[in-house]
């Protein structure tokens, strides 16, 4: 009884080792299967009525367009300047040409446009002959001031971020005239002592840049 | 048009069919610096042993520096490194004309590109050119959405030549050569009349910085400074003067005779 006991309990124990051999042999050789590398597992495939074609927004884009504009007002807050703004180039012997009347201020139509990436390029007298032009006070505009240029509903403000003075024969050239990836306007006028013959020796340069929106 | 010049190494600059245009009549030349190595870190440009840029990174294109017209060894190394030379070049450049050099290519085998810019201006028209500097992309055609190509077959390191179009508003296709796929569409190209373009194609198609283009103006219509003075405060301050020496001189003559008086009496 006792052996037979044991002799069924043998039986049974076996026949579970049976299960878990048959099972895991199963289960390695389904998996074997799934993982043999000359039998890819395939994909089942949609029927396309249409053949699948990229859309305009699923191509890799880049956007270049900006909102520049040529500038017909130029507004300086803190020094009050309030200007109106005209077109100018180069004069006979090459250099940027200055607008018609004192009280207003020159772009130099060969640089950039406002709010485009270059350098935006005014000129404005300090004086004429007989006291103050426009940019008489351009030297107290301190740093981080706002300088505004318009078009009917256009606008780019800029901030100030340097006022430097050079000897004409010093003035950065390349910095105000030079294509550039920067977005600034490069506000000039006359400074320092003054000759009959020569003019004014220095030249007052003040750089601000685009105020991204 | 077919890419041109692809011209590395030895940087033998000499073209002569570009006016040259003079900032003021002075020899100087105008050179720009652009980092197109994708896994370079920033890095620091020695012009003849002095720094003149320093820690440009991937895609920073530098402002034009003036140099006098010469001959000059140009280094790269990483920022704040002055004692590793990345890659160095020599350099010749003529008064009057702008450059553009640019460090192209992985890290492991970066080299300096050069290239001549057009600052020879058009009314109304734009000169376009396309650079190749993105180093795993295949040969590209550059197209108008959906035409045929302005650019044709340019390979990694190309530089095509300049062509001419109107001034406007274009929507361009980067392609590779000879398809009809377009690798990068770009939107929106606003080409102004009278200037002059470069299209840097820079990044990786596989991996980070992503392939896109850099679109600079070249050169530039350089100009003197403007006079812009007459002398009206100069003279005004003189007059200042001159009337507050005229105060002054009628105060000490006043006091004068108001002494003798006062001593008189």
Known sequence: MRQQLDSTSFVVRSKTLKLIVIGSLTFLIWSAHAQAPDEPFVMPTAEFAEPLVLTSEQVDRQSFHTNSFIPSRLLIPSIDVDASIEAVGKDDVGRMDTPSDEDRVGWYRYGAKAGATGNVVLSGHLDDLNGPAIFANLDRLPIGEVVTLQQKGQVATYEVVSVNRYRLEEVPLASIFAATQAKRIQLITCAGPYDEKLGYRDRLVVTAHLIET | ?265
């Open chain 2, 1 to 265: 048009m077919k890419k041109l010049m692809s011209l590395l190494g030895t940087l033998a600059l000499a073209f002569a069919f570009v006016l040259p245009v003079s900032a003021d009549g002075h020899e100087n030349a105008m050179v720009r610096v652009l980092h197109a190595s994708p896994d370079a870190p920033a890095v620091d440009v020695y012009v003849d042993g002095e720094v003149a840029v320093e820690g440009a990174e991937f895609k920073d294109l530098t402002d034009y520096l003036t140099l006098p017209a010469g001959d000059y060894n140009v280094e790269i190394k990483p920022a704040g490194d002055a004692e590793t030379v990345v890659v160095a070049a020599d350099l010749s450049i003529e008064a009057g004309k702008f450059y553009t050099a640019a460090a192209i290519g992985q890290l492991e085998s970066i080299e300096i590109a050069a290239m001549e810019d057009d600052a020879n201006f058009e009314e109304g028209k734009s000169k376009v050119r396309v650079a190749h500097f993105a180093p795993d992309a295949p040969a590209v055609d550059v197209a108008p959405k959906g035409g045929d190509p302005l650019f044709s077959n340019l390979e990694f390191k190309a530089v095509s030549d300049y062509g001419t179009l109107d001034a406007g508003t274009y929507d361009l296709e980067v392609r590779p050569a000879g398809a009809t796929d377009v690798v990068k569409a770009l939107d929106g190209v606003a080409l102004e009349g009278g200037m002059n373009y470069t299209a840097f194609a820079i990044g990786l198609l596989e991996g980070e910085p992503a392939f896109e283009v850099l679109l600079a103006a070249d050169g530039g219509e350089m100009a003197m400074a403007p006079e812009t003075g007459e002398g009206g405060l100069a003279q005004t301050a003189s007059m200042n003067w001159l009337f507050a020496a005229a105060v002054v001189g009628a105060a000490a003559a006043g006091f004068y005779v108001f002494r003798r008086q006062k001593q008189d009496a």
